[in-house]
T-cell receptor, first 114, second 113 residues
Framework: SQKIEQNSEALNIQEGKTATLTCNYT??????LQWYRQDPGRGPVFLLL?????KEKRKERLKVTFDTTLKQSLFHITASQPADSATYLC?????????????FGAGTRLAVHP | NAGVTQTPKFQVLKTGQSMTLQCAQD?????MSWYRQDPGMGLRLIHY???????DQGEVPNGYNVSRSTTEDFPLRLLSAAPSQTSVYFC????????????FGSGTRLTVV
């Protein structure tokens, strides 16, 4: 069956360090993948989109990699800050039933401590 | 520019009642979708629409209906509420369902007793 796996345990890191979150998927061949941030009680907010031929994408302190051979995406936040504390969702875009659809992982909660 | 607006923010229903969750966007987005979010699970797609007059089912469509008579509005109807439909519901829109991020509403927290 198709599955998206993100670390279910919270990731705790010290301020200033680099946070790395993992997204693994099985039985998909997504043309691209998106990452979202979600704060408690709020809707997800779009961060980055990476295409299968891009391998790596950067936006300010954020970096995303996409390895279609390993079926894995890594999401990095450099020089992390307490304000980066949130849940981060991985979402491959799949083509099914004639349309593109965004399928979400359960997310990984990041806690950045001062 | 309000983005995606969902109403109500909170709702309690009794089993068997029906209701409509409203979703409106003012960005002229063609693509709209409804997700539900339950603890420990990813957002699950209920229904989606690629344009006015076109809707289709997602992963968990049973018990829900949608329509898309205008580009701006995409209401979600619960036909006969069940406790299993207790969840947080998010509406999302996008310029296209290809190559663009989604804009989400702030959600509707629904409890069915």
């Amino acid at each position: 069956s198709q599955k998206i796996e993100q670390n279910s345990e919270a990731l705790n890191i010290q301020e200033g360090k680099t946070a790395t979150l993992t997204c693994n998927y099985t039985n998909y061949s997504p043309a691209y993948l998106q990452w979202y941030r979600q704060d408690p009680g709020r809707g997800p907010v779009f961060l980055l989109l990476i295409r299968e031929n891009e391998k790596e994408k950067r936006k300010e302190r954020l970096k995303v990699t996409f390895d279609t051979t390993l079926k894995q995406s890594l999401f990095h936040i450099t020089a992390s800050q307490p304000a980066d504390s949130a849940t981060y969702l991985c979402a491959p875009k799949i083509f099914s039933g004639g349309y593109n659809k965004l399928i979400f992982g359960a997310g990984t909660r990041l806690a950045v401590h001062p | 520019n309000a983005g995606v607006t969902q109403t109500p923010k909170f709702q309690v229903l009794k089993t068997g009642q029906s209701m409509t969750l409203q979703c409106a966007q003012d960005m002229n987005h063609e693509y709209m979708s409804w997700y539900r979010q339950d603890p420990g699970m990813g957002l699950r797609l209920i229904h989606y629409s690629v344009g006015a007059g076109i809707t289709d089912q997602g992963e968990v469509p049973n018990g829900y209906n949608v329509s898309r008579s205008t580009t701006e509005d995409f209401p979600l109807r619960l036909l006969s509420a069940a406790p299993s439909q207790t969840s947080v519901y998010f509406c999302a829109s996008s310029y296209s369902n290809i190559n663009y991020g989604y804009t989400f509403g702030s959600g509707t927290r629904l409890t069915v007793v």
